[in-house]
């Protein structure tokens, strides 16, 4: 009796490289896609600050505090697409995954963005 395909091995495991699985091709498409939601979030909360909340802050500060959205989105989105690459040819070749440089970056630029917003909301 033959049995069914296991769909958890992967041709790879013979240690030759080639094209990666389907299933981890899309979810390395679907980080990337993530990537992108997150600048446009920080982009919509950098434009809302500016435009939506002038009783927070004075002018320039709420400029700032936009901006820092903003500029974040742009580094996130900037990278975005050469992640995906280097991740997909890793997959490919079937080697190690990069470091992913994006994530500190992300968290210590929304930790400055969310401090800056709290000192805002407190002294408003």
């Known amino acids: 009796m033959q049995q069914p395909p296991d769909h958890a091995s992967h041709d790879e495991d013979d240690g030759t490289a080639g094209e990666p699985d389907h299933r981890f091709t899309l ?4 980080t990337f896609l993530a990537w992108l939601r997150t600048a446009l979030g920080l982009v919509a909360g950098g434009v809302a600050i500016q435009q939506l909340v002038p009783g927070l ?3 320039v500060t709420r400029t700032v505090l936009a901006a820092l959205c903003i500029g974040l989105a742009l580094v996130i989105a900037a990278a ?3 992640r995906w690459r280097t991740v997909q ?3 490919s070749r079937g080697g190690p995954l990069p470091r992913n440089v994006l994530l500190p970056v992300l968290g210590f630029g929304i930790a400055v963005i969310t401090a800056l917003a709290l000192v805002l909301v407190i002294t408003a």
């Not at 979810?27 to 679907?30: H, I, L, M, T, V």
């Open 27 to 30: 979810a390395n498409e679907r």
């Open 57 to 59: 802050a004075s002018e």
């Open 89 to 91: 040819r890793a997959m």
């Open 80 to 82: 975005a697409y050469p």
